[in-house]
Every structure is written in structure tokens, then in C-alpha cells.
């Protein structure tokens, strides 16, 4: 399996209430596709789920010092919500932006660089429509209980925070978003040890059920697939256990 996506891609859409598009992307005047991604996700219990999760954590004292109190408080009551996201939904959000990212979506992107030197709108655009395809499968991996009662939101990434605690124990860390290194404050690039991107658990189990039925049910955006060189298998084995790279 791989983490959940919605831990990595909280680098990804940097989420903020208090900024305007301009401040977010850094620019005079936003484009038509910095605004389209900004506009992206306003309603917490639709397919904004992403969104609103992103905004929760990133504003929580978890990625400082890897807090799981104010992460687990975050999972917990997003997921006593109600949710609503239909597949239909998320095609409208998402081939506005194809239409309007076009040029940012025809950028080639090293998934395994520090995230941080990547172009913010061409990565925000790639995870709007990634975020609107997956949310459904995403929403029912992270509220998903275990036979223990335990949401897999809160526990899948327990055995990757005590490795993060003990390699990189100062905290604010940025994930590549291939999931393979994890970035230091100072530049410094980490290799994730495969058997925590590989772990197979209850949860992971689950995880894989809920994106191959998804998968096999609708259609995957181009835009995905050329992530993976077209290749629909290799999308699908992202999504097994053990891993295949």
C-alpha cells in the first residue's frame, strides 16, 4: 500500500484561509489557473474534504513536532461528519481545471524532489484534480475503524511517525511526493525505509479495497495516468501490498 495521500499532499495544496490567492502563490495577480486551484474545495463535507483536512492539520501543532494529539483530535472530528461526494462532482472540479491548468498540467515534474523547489501552481493543479478523483476512496481509507475500534486515518501513520521521531526528531519535514524521501528543514534528503511504504495492515487492506473497486468503477483522468507513464497497472499497483515501484 502506500500512506494515506492525504498526509503527503498536505505539502502539496498549501491551504489558508487568511491569504489571498495572490499571497498563497506569491504573484501581483492571479491567473486563470491559480484561481480555478484556489477556488478549489470550500465545502468541508463535500469533495472539499481534502481541503478542509489539509487547513485543520496544517494549522495544528502536528508537523512542527509531530503532535498526534492535535492530529488525531483533527481526524476524529472531520470524520464524525456527514460526507457527500459523488464522482460526477468531482469530473466538474476537475476538468475546469484541465481546461484552464493546461499549460502548468503540460510541465514535466520530479516527484522525488524537495517539494519546496517545485512551481506551486503547477503541483497545486495536478493535486486538485488528484484530491477531487481520489476523495471518495480517501475519505473511506482515513474513517475507516479497525477491528479495535481505531480510525486507520489515525492509525496507519503511527509506525511512520515514530520513525520520523526518532531520524529527524526537530520536526518540519517535507514529503517528496512519490512518497520515497522525506526532506529536512536544511535541504537534506532521507530515504523512507520501503518496508513503511510497503506496510500491510488492517488498515492498508482496506485502503486497497476502497481505490481498486474506485478505480475499476470510474474512469481515471489522463492527466493521473501520465504521472504513471500511462500505465494503468502501474497507477494500480501503487495501491497494493506489498508496494510495486
Not at 172 to 182: G, P
Not at 195 to 219: A, P, Q, S, T
Amino acid at each position: 500500500m502506500k500512506f494515506l495521500i492525504f498526509f503527503v499532499a498536505l505539502l502539496i495544496i498549501n491551504v489558508n484561509a487568511k491569504l489571498t490567492c495572490e499571497e498563497n502563490f506569491g504573484v501581483s495577480l492571479c491567473n486563470e489557473c491559480q484561481n480555478e486551484v484556489w477556488d478549489f474545495g470550500r465545502d468541508p463535507l463535500g469533495c472539499g474534504f481534502y481541503n478542509h483536512i489539509f487547513y485543520k492539520i496544517e494549522h495544528s501543532s502536528f508537523f512542527p513536532k509531530y503532535n498526534l494529539t492535535a492530529y488525531n483530535e483533527v481526524i476524529t472530528n472531520l470524520c464524525s461528519l456527514d460526507f457527500s461526494c459523488s464522482y460526477e462532482e468531482g469530473k466538474k472540479i476537475w476538468q475546469k481545471v484541465e481546461k484552464k491548468c493546461a499549460n502548468e498540467l503540460a510541465i514535466y515534474i520530479d516527484w522525488s524532489a524537495n517539494p519546496s523547489l517545485l512551481d506551486h501552481t503547477v503541483v497545486s493543479s495536478y493535486a486538485t484534480i488528484l484530491s477531487n478523483y481520489f476523495s471518495v476512496p480517501e475519505h473511506n481509507s482515513i474513517c475507516h475503524k479497525t477491528s479495535e475500534g481505531e480510525l486507520c486515518g489515525i492509525e496507519a501513520i503511527k509506525p511512520l511517525v515514530d520513525w520520523l521521531k526518532q531520524e529527524i526528531p526537530e520536526g518540519n519535514v517535507q514529503f517528496s511526493y512519490d512518497q520515497q524521501y522525506v526532506y529536512k528543514k536544511d535541504g537534506t534528503r532521507i530515504q523512507i525505509p520501503m518496508e513503511l511504504v510497503g506496510y500491510c495492515g488492517e488498515c492498508g487492506k482496506n485502503m486497497i479495497n476502497e481505490y481498486k473497486i474506485w478505480m475499476d468503477k470510474f474512469v481515471v483522468p489522463d492527466v493521473i495516468l501520465k504521472v504513471f507513464d500511462n500505465n494503468l497497472e502501474a497507477l494500480k499497483g501503487y495501491f497494493s501490498c506489498p508496494l510495486i515501484l
